[in-house]
């Protein structure tokens, strides 16, 4: 059974410029919810789609927005990047609220 | 408020046995996690507790006392490889998880 992938693990950014991450779940999974990282921060929401409706949203500015795919698949559009963007961002995904979220191996972003 | 609080930081001894403690404040309540996270990889499932009372599964058990606010995680018979963060984190009553910012448990020989 294939777990959560998210593309790419790496990503060296320039400040202003903009990045779109991927998120594909586990097969039958409906719930996907988005992840910022950074050291002595711990994890931070940022959104959960759920059968492609956005159904919670974090404390991030508007610059950071989303979107699920019929079949589940996610994407994560960060615009005008900042330094500060510079995380790991991790995607989980699960069948509904009640199961554990099974994580992906998460994408890297430096900005520069 | 929301409020999730955990230690920092802890240290054991290999073989030994370590209670790592979450309290938690939040407006409605739908469950309590734990997760591991080695540095350098995703966070993994440990357990889950909605009810009151202790869930074991092998050497890790976790406790939950919803009318506290608290619960931990015990890990047993300690190995070097037990050496990670360990996440806390509530689901609020929007189902959206409130993480803790992680206690880092460190093993020594």
């Known amino acids: 059974k294939a777990g959560v992938t998210q593309t790419p693990r790496y990503l060296i950014k320039t400040r202003g410029q903009q990045v779109t991450l991927s998120c594909s779940p586990i097969?039958?999974?409906?719930?996907v919810s988005w992840y910022q990282q950074t050291p002595g921060q711990g994890l931070q929401f940022l959104f959960e789609?759920?059968?492609?409706?956005?159904?919670n949203k974090g404390n991030f500015p508007g610059r950071f927005s989303g979107r699920q795919f019929s079949n589940s698949r996610s994407e994560m559009n960060v615009s005008t990047l900042e330094l500060g963007d510079s995380a790991l961002y991790l995607c989980?995904?699960?069948?509904?609220?009640?199961?554990?979220?099974?994580f992906g191996s998460g994408t890297r972003l430096t900005v520069v | 408020g929301q409020n999730i609080d955990q230690p920092t930081e802890m240290t054991a001894t290999e073989g030994a046995i370590v209670q790592i403690n979450c309290t938690y404040q939040?407006?409605?309540?739908?469950?309590l996690f734990w997760y591991q996270q080695h540095a350098g990889e995703a966070p993994t499932f440990l357990s889950y507790?909605?009810l009151d009372g202790l869930e074991e599964k092998g050497r890790f058990s976790s406790f939950l006392s919803r009318s506290k606010g608290y619960s931990y995680l015990l890990l047993k018979e300690l190995q070097m490889k037990d050496s990670a963060s360990y996440l806390c984190?509530?689901?609020?009553?929007?189902?959206?998880?409130?993480w803790g910012a992680g206690t880092k448990l460190i093993i020594k020989p």
């Open positions: 989980a995904s699960s069948r509904d609220v009640n199961y554990g979220y099974t």
């Open positions: 097969s039958g999974h409906r719930s």
């Open positions: 789609y759920f059968s492609e409706t956005q159904r």
């Open positions: 939040t407006s409605g309540f739908n469950g």
């Open positions: 507790n909605v």
């Open positions: 984190a509530d689901m609020d009553s929007n189902y959206q998880l409130i």
